[in-house]
T-cell receptor
Framework: RKEVEQDPGPFNVPEGATVAFNCTYS??????FFWYRQDCRKEPKLLMS???SGNEDGRFTAQLNRASQYISLLIRDSKLSDSATYLC?????????????FGAGTRLAVHP | DAGVIQSPRHEVTEMGQEVTLRCKPI?????LFWYRQTMMRGLELLIY????????DSGMPEDRFSAKMPNASFSTLKIQPSEPRDSAVYFC?????????????FGPGTRLTVL
């Protein structure tokens, strides 16, 4: 089983739509959680961290369910510029150097 | 801030040739990572340096791969001899510290094609 699993998509949605991505992780003791965004032929960039209490950044909402080992990302009012691959990322249990473990990514295509 | 700098941006070489990829981390960052990204395997960590010392090289595929960090502002990833299956995008990333809240910043990557 992969350490981080995501639905690869693609998700094809119209502008203005709300879209949700899910991610599961295998190690229940994983320490930190993030969503990264990767545009086509570009490097990954941090989109947001994910906290147990849930957090919001403008149109983006991230949630963590430790009991179910499940992370989600909700994008409201999708824009064309949101088209990208969204990578779910976790760090292993404490004691290491906080290496990042990436999921394979979920591709989003927003169309007019 | 110039960000993480990688060179070359594109490299096309023939099987058996030596390939050297270069990285300049963000000034002041003391952690450096090399990743490889392919369609089949996604983004994989190859090696991690902290304060110029290799800490974890468990992701290095085989002896053909080697990495060095002679000083805080420069690192290389070398493949010798290269094989077609090494074709991938190689990213370098740096981080200011080792806390889970410290962000990794990625360079633009080197797209390697081995014919």
């Amino acid at each position: 089983r992969k350490e981080v699993e995501q639905d690869p998509g693609p998700f094809n949605v119209p502008e203005g739509a709300t879209v949700a991505f899910n991610c599961t992780y295998s190690n229940s003791a994983s320490q930190s959680f993030f969503w990264y965004r990767q545009d086509c032929r570009k490097e990954p960039k941090l989109l947001m961290s994910v906290y147990s209490s849930g957090n919001e950044d403008g149109r983006f909402t991230a949630q963590l369910n430790r009991a179910s080992q499940y992370i989600s990302l909700l994008i409201r009012d999708s824009k064309l510029s949101d088209s990208a691959t969204y990578l779910c990322v976790v760090t292993p249990p404490s004691g290491g150097y906080n290496k990042l473990i990436f999921g394979a990514g979920t591709r989003l295509a927003v169309h007019p | 801030d110039a960000g993480v700098i990688q060179s070359p941006r594109h490299e096309v070489t023939e099987m058996g040739q030596e390939v050297t990829l270069r990285c300049k981390p963000i000034s002041g960052h003391n952690s450096l990572f090399w990743y490889r990204q392919t369609m089949m395997r996604g983004l994989e960590l190859l090696i991690y340096f902290n304060n110029n010392v290799p800490i974890d090289d468990s992701g290095m595929p085989e002896d053909r791969f080697s990495a060095k960090m002679p000083n805080a502002s420069f690192s290389t990833l070398k493949i010798q001899p290269s094989e077609p299956r090494d074709s991938a995008v190689y990213f370098c990333a740096s981080r200011a510290g080792t806390a889970s809240t410290d962000t990794q910043y990625f360079g633009p990557g080197t797209r390697l094609t081995v014919l």
